[in-house]
């Protein structure tokens, strides 16, 4: 894990090797995501689909607690 900084514009740095390992160039577009408090910087990928199983942390799980909802409305 890398820590980076803000600059005075909101910017961050991308680590050297990070940038090479994703092939990200001056002028990327990447995706930013936030889930729970966590932000994500996406990049750019073939298949995104794939790419983005696993990507969310699996809590909070709605599906549990819609579960959880549905069996009390029957007790």
């Known amino acids: 894990m890398a820590t980076v900084k803000t600059l005075s514009k909101g910017q ?7 940038r090479r390992k994703y092939h990200i160039e001056p002028g990327t577009e990447m995706q930013i995501v936030e889930y ?3 932000l994500c910087l996406i990049p750019p990928v073939d298949k995104p689909i794939k790419a983005a199983c ?3 942390p699996s809590q909070p799980s709605l599906a549990k607690q819609l579960l959880k909802e549905r ?3 029957f007790t």
């Open 12 to 18: 961050i740095v991308i680590p050297a090797a990070m």
């Open 36 to 38: 729970g408090g966590i």
């Open 71 to 73: 069996e009390n409305e």
């Open 54 to 56: 696993g990507l969310l």
